[in-house]
């Protein structure tokens, strides 16, 4: 079992607002008598970039046990580089079903998070990023399963005999230390090219001898991981 260490450091990123384009200045030069009265030109075109396709949702069971999830697939969530559509996503998961959605902004971040419950539990968090679009999903219901039949709550001696090895690393945040898992096919942290699904331990590490690696920055060997549970299920649908 490979072991990495990572210290995770909260940063702001700055969103530059949209402008509109400026109006065109009109040519400068002299004109002759018989062109007084011939209307102004229009400036040439300009290829604009193509505008980002829109998040669109795939059709699903409205049991979160039915759901398709694969490294392209949360439910009806796809890969897409815009912000979601609150109203079609809610066309996905309709409140007649029992869903409930809700947009959450926290101004000090760039992420934007939309928590989804059916019939009042919560099943994940949604989150997407100025210019990224669609960056992860959080599982935090067992109902839902991830591939190879991993859920949370499983504890990581099922995982891996599920996903084979694990590497797994610490991540450290305001003083809170966590770990987190991926397989071999996964991608690693800091990775957001490629995608696949990191596995959280819970509950944190907090024995004696956990405490111990944690001060020293050292990682638990595998029976001390392999005794804890799933805590949540991250799918990250990289850019490819």
Known sequence: MKIWLVVAVASTIGCAKKRDDAPAQPGSGSASAVALDTPAQPPAAIDAAPAAAACSFAPVDPDPAKWTVDARHVGPFTPCKTDLDLAK?????????????????????????????????????????ADEGLVSVRILDKSIAAPHGVHVGDSFKKVRAALGELECAYAAAEGSESVTCWGKDDPKPGDTEHAGFHYGVAPRPTSSRERELLSKGEPPPPALIDKHAVADIIWLPGKS
């Not at 869903?99 to 919560?122: C, F, W």
């Open 89 to 129: 996503l809610a066309v996905a998961l309709p409140a007649s079903e029992g869903y409930e959605i809700k947009r959450i902004v926290d101004a000090s971040a760039p992420v934007v998070t939309y928590e989804v419950r059916r019939k009042g539990k919560l099943l994940l968090f949604a989150g997407t990023q």
